[in-house]
């Protein structure tokens, strides 16, 4: 082979290499940048909560809510709960796991007067067993409890969607546990929410969800109000009609 034309394809092999390897290099930190699982995968969402503090302070002694899609999507939570000073913190998709990765962030700042999750029904959608969302619930009270050692928690029941009624069996077990442990702690609370998405065939209501069967309609936001009012108490404040 002559030197010169040795010399262009050693040239030509050595680009190709140095391309190949940026190319995996970029896309290695484009899947950094975006992670795909792990509680990370919410950062844009909690780094848009923050933002919004700090554009407006939030208010102390609020009720607020923490957990899944059910808290995210409650677009008419205002006009539902009128008279009640209330921060939403919910993400979608969110599982316990994330909830405690997250909490010094969308829970501990606020300095609320109760808590209220929704939070569960995710876990045992991606395979967890009732004793790990237990578990995991225990563990957020613990994280709590070090802040906020007198604080309420309530924890409102993973409900029966028609979209996941496959998963009846392990909700209902998860709700079961998380309950029996709430009635052993003073400052835990729980809203039990499943009997009152369900209609007289013992099924779920599907007139109380939205098209994919799985997140309220305003039915259904409603009826949590009407269920959850006796654990949160009056409206803090009086508002004029």
Not at 104 to 119: A, E, K, S
Not at 127 to 150: C, H, I, M, N, W
Request: hydrophobic share 40%.
């Amino acid at each position: 082979m002559e030197p010169r034309l040795f010399i262009e394809m050693t040239d030509l092999l050595r680009g190709c290499l140095i391309a190949g390897l940026c190319s995996l290099l970029c896309a290695v930190q484009a899947g950094a940048q975006t992670p795909t699982s792990g509680p990370e995968r919410f950062e844009t969402q909690v780094a848009a909560y923050e933002d919004a503090d700090r554009a407006a302070r939030p208010p102390s002694g609020a009720l607020l809510l923490a957990g899944d899609s059910q808290f995210f999507r409650w677009t008419t939570l205002r006009e539902d709960l009128v008279g009640y000073t209330v921060i939403n913190r919910g993400i979608d998709s969110f599982q316990l796991s994330d909830l405690i990765h997250f909490a010094d962030r969308l829970v501990l700042p606020y300095h609320p007067r109760m808590i209220v999750l929704h939070v569960g029904g995710n876990d045992v959608h991606v395979g967890k067993s009732a004793e790990q969302v237990l578990a995991d619930f225990k563990t957020f009270v613990a994280k709590v409890r070090r802040a906020y050692p007198t604080t309420p928690i309530a924890f409102s029941s993973i409900t029966p969607s028609p979209g996941r009624w496959s998963e009846a069996e392990v909700r209902l077990k998860a709700n079961a546990l998380v309950k029996a442990y709430v009635a052993t702690q003073p400052t835990l609370r729980y809203i039990d929410l499943w009997d009152a998405f369900l209609g007289e065939d013992g099924k779920p209501r599907e007139d109380l969800y939205g098209p994919d069967q799985i997140h309220p309609n305003h039915d259904g936001y409603l009826v949590r109000v009407r269920v959850m009012r006796p654990v949160i108490g009056p409206p803090d404040r009086v508002v004029k009609r």
